[in-house]
């Protein structure tokens, strides 16, 4: 079985955890709504998760809605003292399957107690405030207003540190002068390169980056360069994604998703892949499309 703990670790919160997790979205059904069409794989995914070591599980209560954190009760309950489950609020559901922004006060409160009854705990250990003034990436605006009342759940005992999501440089300087920021969950990966600068800026002061997507999510990651390397290597394109971001930065903390037992094994041999410098490099330049993708 893969050592992930050859990842490394970064602090969540006042935890430390393993660089590599795993995001629970891909366990809903097509468009993460509805319940999977296998539910015993889901089950099982989550339980080998655990098995390999995994502390670390992103999920959120509207993914389904409510499926996905339904299932991590019924493989997970009652959690190991050492697992981080990290769930998101700011966004619903509609009946066709559309995502939708739920910043009220009133809205960001009862998805909270979704994810405590869903998630069968009396306290979140962190929650993300997904901003969705744009659905398309980042959008300047304000979050003082739905911050507030997500630090007000924390000051109440129901959340216990809190994290900004699809945000910008600037979101993330005015919501830590209302609370203190410890994650940032963002679109990054080899080709999608925006928050190379933020990602470093983080990293020295301490707060975790989470890049969502990080194999490209609803497009997986295509190029020349980065199957060249995988060959060379003798391991999959995906895998080589993923040891990129382990080497990128040191407060980047993986959650590759997966509705397969031997795609989760696969995402995690990323731990134990090294990566020479001149495959680095050239893997690096991807996003700056200074070669082909």
């Known amino acids: 079985m893969t050592d992930i703990s050859k990842s490394g670790t ?5 935890r430390a955890v393993k660089r590599l997790g795993y995001g629970a979205m891909q366990l809903a059904g097509p468009g993460v709504f509805g319940p999977p069409k296998n539910r015993n794989g889901a089950l099982a995914v989550l339980r080998e998760a655990l098995a390999a070591g995994i502390d670390h599980i992103d999920t959120s209560d509207f993914y389904g809605p409510h499926i996905t954190n339904q299932l991590i009760r019924e493989a997970l309950h ?14 619903k559901r509609g009946a066709d399957g559309s995502w939708n922004r739920a910043f009220s006060a009133e809205e960001l409160t009862s998805a909270v107690h979704d994810n405590l009854r869903n998630l069968g705990v009396d306290a979140l250990e962190v929650v993300n405030l997904r901003v969705m003034f744009s659905i398309h990436g980042p959008a300047e605006g304000s979050i003082a207003a739905p911050l507030t009342a997500l630090a007000g759940l924390q000051r109440q005992g129901l959340v216990r540190h809190i994290g900004l999501s699809n ?9 830590s002068g209302i609370a203190q920021i410890i994650c940032v969950q963002n679109q990054y990966n080899l080709a999608h390169r925006d928050d190379d600068a933020l990602i470093d800026d983080l990293a020295a002061s301490g707060i975790a980056y989470v890049p969502f997507f990080p194999l490209g999510g609803f497009s997986p990651l295509q190029s020349t360069e980065l199957s060249d390397v995988a060959a060379r290597l003798g391991a999959t394109p995906m895998q ?33 892949l090294e990566l020479p410098q001149d495959a680095m490099a050239m893997l690096g330049r991807i996003g700056t499309k200074e070669v082909s993708a």
Do not use: C, M
């Open 10 to 14: 970064f602090t969540l919160g006042d």
């Open 78 to 91: 009652p959690y190991p003292d050492d697992l981080t489950i990290v769930t998101k609020i700011g966004a």
């Open 167 to 175: 945000v910008t440089a600037k979101q993330i300087a005015e919501g």
């Open 240 to 272: 080589v994604a993923l040891a990129w971001l382990l080497r990128r930065a040191p407060n980047i903390l993986l959650i590759p998703g997966t509705s397969s037992v031997e795609h989760l094994r696969e995402n995690l041999a990323a731990a134990e």
